[in-house]
Each structure stands twice: as structure tokens, then as C-alpha cells.
């Protein structure tokens, strides 16, 4: 029994440790946050040393963009396509065919002629 406040405390009391426990895991968390704040100094250069990009630079960077959205969409609209052509192979019946025929449509008008 330790005497704090004029009340006694139990360091043997859950609530003690508890807050004895927190008190050192909040230490060590700002002890490592401080410590990886001094490293992030140490990464980031010298204005000197930052790299400038040229002219040339830029349009490198420009044509690698437009190649990466241009495949974006091409990936796209393969799944697009991928898709419709699911869906024109299975049925809702667990059939399939690889022409759907809908009676009333189109292949049953050409059929009746």
C-alpha cells in the first residue's frame, strides 16, 4: 500500500496494473514514434540533391500515362465482352448454346418465312 492523494493505493489492484501497464505502452509507442520521426529526416534530401525533371522528363512520363489508361480501357472493355459472351452461352436453366434463341425474335421470324 502506497500513500497518494491522501488515499491509499494497492499496486496489486487490477485497476492499478492496468494503469500501470498503459503507462508503459504509451511510453513505448511515442518512444518508437520519435525515433522514426528522426529517420524520415534523415530519408528526405537536400534541396540541392532533388531531381528536376527536364522537358523530356515530362513527355516520357505523359506517354507512359496515356499507354497505362489506354490499357485500362482496353482491359475494360475485353471484360465487357467476356461478360456478354457469358451470358449469351449460359441460360438462366442451366442450358447452353451459343445462340440464344428467343422465340418471337429474330431467328423465329427468318425460320417463318
Excluded: H
Aim: charged content about 25%; overall charge neutral.
Amino acid at each position: 500500500m502506497i500513500k497518494l492523494f491522501n488515499k491509499k493505493v494497492c499496486l496489486t489492484s487490477p485497476i492499478s496494473i492496468m494503469i500501470i501497464v498503459a503507462l508503459l505502452f504509451s511510453t513505448i509507442v511515442i518512444a518508437s514514434a520519435v525515433k522514426n520521426g528522426e529517420d524520415i529526416k534523415k530519408v528526405i534530401p537536400n534541396k540541392e540533391e532533388l531531381w528536376v525533371p527536364t522537358a523530356e522528363d515530362i513527355a516520357y512520363q505523359d506517354s507512359m500515362y496515356t499507354i497505362i489508361s489506354n490499357t485500362q480501357n482496353d482491359i475494360t472493355d475485353i471484360k465487357q465482352d467476356i461478360v456478354y459472351i457469358l451470358e449469351r452461352l449460359d441460360y438462366s436453366n442451366g442450358s447452353w448454346d451459343s445462340v440464344r434463341y428467343v422465340k418471337g425474335g429474330k431467328i423465329d421470324k427468318l425460320r417463318n418465312q
